[in-house]
């Protein structure tokens, strides 16, 4: 996660000694590659350090409005420009057409958006068109707009197939759901119980300036987002950034279980380790096998044990293979953090639902099948799973927990979260109604192998 929001003032003003037009440049190439299919994560860890902040500011807002965007790009040109530059029309139309949330002011932003064409030889030709239709829209703004509204896409900045899915698995709550998505998260800190406690490090933060308020039993929600350098301890392993849905995982999984032993414990998808140093955090004396799939991400999960000064068995290696990995001797729990959609972490990743295609729900959904499959038998008698996505869709929640039930009579499902719904405050007035605080959404389930 990044270390300061990326709509904050911190963010922005970081940016200020670049020219707009170089940012928008810059926003537009990411646009760009997000659409062919890429990462918006990589792309920005890949921005020279000078314009990552802004462009990423700029970026994730883009993301949050691109459907209104490209709804109004079609009411301006019927035909779509080449590539590049119906990428950066389309990041002004999202920073521009509402002025309440616009971070400059509508006439700046096309100024400095046909600065950009023309200084780019990718857009170079298209820079009159696109000047065009930025002028025509801040004259026919109210009717663009008005017009845009009839298009769900537009309306919700999500695209059909989600829409559709979010109204069929939850009815009720679809409009808040969706509209939660459009909110920045808030930066949300894990205080780590074997250093500190919740009350002692609100002290902490309040000594360098920062405040926040506790949320669930060991987190913090800021009350602004800060670079974790200026957090207390932070280097030391006192306090980590993880979301308060995440921090329900660990003390969930060893909820009922003598963590006065030794117990043997696989946190099956661990990357990037946040999980992993939690349990670890509540239950030193586990031996803990943490694996992921790729090498470069097993790294990442040993610098965060190595920051936190917890140790485990970090393999590189497929939880669905353990003939490569597994020692033979059954787990006292398993944590499955199984691959999802991430359709419910749509507010620190606004290009998901962007990079998702209708059919990935079930192929993502036959991985969570084989992995829980596969990795049951290697549970003692006793022992506990605990099964969560990043998910809303019931197809990774819910139906995925009720199937695997109906196939093993010997595993008991024990109270469990269920879905968690991405919150925000408009969702939650005050912090006495939200004792969890705003979280992603998540799904939770706890098994028991029959003793």
């Known amino acids: 996660m990044p270390s300061m929001s990326p709509s904050s003032p911190a963010a922005r003003s970081s940016a200020t000694s670049v020219p707009l037009w170089q940012l928008l440049q810059g926003t537009a190439g990411v646009v760009a590659a997000v659409r062919s299919g890429r990462s918006l994560t990589a792309l920005l860890d890949a921005q020279p350090p000078a314009l990552r902040p802004g462009v990423q500011a700029l970026s994730f ?5 691109l459907g209104r965007a490209q709804a109004l790009r079609v009411q301006l040109a019927r035909k779509a420009p080449p590539a590049p530059a119906d990428a950066l029309l389309c990041s002004a139309l999202a920073l521009c057409w509402d002025d309440t949330l616009a971070p400059y002011s509508a006439f700046t932003l096309v100024d400095q958006t046909v600065e950009a064409a023309r200084k780019n030889k990718d857009t170079r030709a298209q820079a009159n068109f696109i000047n065009a239709c930025l002028r025509r829209f801040l004259r026919e703004r109210a009717e663009l707009i008005r017009v845009t ?5 537009a309306q919700w900045n999500h695209p059909l197939w989600w829409i559709h899915k979010v109204q069929a698995d939850h009815p009720a709550q679809w409009p808040s759901i969706l509209t939660a998505s459009q909110s920045p998260a808030p930066m949300t800190l894990r205080v780590n119980a074997s250093r500190s406690n919740v009350t002692d490090y609100l002290t902490h933060l309040q000594a360098v300036g920062l405040s926040g308020h506790a949320v669930g039993e060991f987190g913090i929600e800021l009350t602004k987002a800060a670079p974790v ?48 140093g939690h349990l670890l955090e509540m239950c030193p004396s586990a031996q803990v096998t943490a694996l992921d799939v790729d090498p470069a991400r097993c790294e990442r999960v040993q610098h965060n044990l190595d920051r936190l000064q917890v140790q485990a068995r970090v393999i590189a290696a497929d939880a669905a293979q353990p003939a490569s990995w597994w020692d033979g001797a059954q787990f006292d729990a398993i944590l499955l953090d199984a691959p999802c959609t991430a359709s419910g972490i749509g507010r620190r990743h606004p290009d998901v639902r962007w990079l998702r295609r209708e059919s990935d729900v079930g192929q993502l959904a036959a991985i969570q099948k084989k992995l829980l499959q596969t990795l049951w038998p290697l549970l003692k008698p006793g022992g506990h799973l605990v099964y969560c996505t990043c998910s809303i869709f019931l197809a990774e929640g819910h139906s995925q927990i009720q199937t695997f039930l109906q196939h093993n009579t010997d595993a008991v499902f024990l109270p469990s979260p269920g879905h968690l719904m991405p919150q925000n405050r408009t969702m939650s007035p005050s912090v006495q109604d939200n004792q969890t605080g705003e979280h992603d959404g998540f799904y939770y389930a706890r098994l028991q192998k029959r003793p």
Do not use: E, H, N, Y
């Open 61 to 65: 807002q883009v993301m949050r409005w």
């Open 149 to 153: 509204d009839a298009d769900p896409i």
């Open 229 to 276: 350098q200026q957090l207390p301890g932070f280097a030391q392993g006192m306090v980590s950034v993880q979301d308060a849905a995440a921090q329900w995982a660990a003390p969930l999984l060893l909820q009922g279980l003598d963590t006065t032993q030794s117990l043997r414990i696989l946190d099956a998808c661990a990357a990037p380790g946040g999980k992993t």
